[in-house]
């Protein structure tokens, strides 16, 4: 079966920037589950994975505008650091929600601080980095009729079950 629309993919991945860092990976654990073009992933990644079929393991980049896009120096802010009080302890690389000035929640870094200030960043924290992905398609299948119904897979591979499999 080939992936397509609503299909529910198991698959591996290997997830490195531009530089070789390793980022993200599946490998030695579960793989990830989704529901095809649901907006569950990437949608450029979607797009690279239409077509194949379980056991197709492949490679390919993700270049900033195709993923999570550029840096926008204007969601990076200097906030009193009085404002954060509430939520305890704070550390750099902390990932918290904060309330715009039109009372929306926005999901924030924080990349620096002081006793007086704290530095957050509202880009995605792979914003600007070019994605390297390592890809292996575990399995394919229908998706059930409660899966159809919420929008998204469950998390069971092809047998029904959640084990790890293949390589990514």
Known sequence: MEIDDNCVVAMHY??????????????????????HNTNAILPSLERE???????????????PEDGYGYADENLIQEMPRAMFADLGELSIGMRINIKG???????????????????????????????????GIVSVREPTPEELAQGYATGSNANGNTEPAGKA
């Open 14 to 35: 290997k997830l490195n920037n531009g530089f070789g860092e390793l980022i993200d990976s599946s490998q030695g654990g579960l793989a990830l589950v989704y529901m």
């Open 49 to 63: 994975l239409t077509g194949k079929q379980a056991s197709d393991v492949f490679d390919l980049v993700i270049y």
């Open 101 to 135: 000035k039109d009372d929306t929640s926005q999901l924030v870094t924080i990349t620096q601080m002081d006793n007086e200030n704290v530095v957050v960043d509202g880009n995605h924290p792979l914003a600007g980095q070019v994605l390297h992905f390592e890809v």
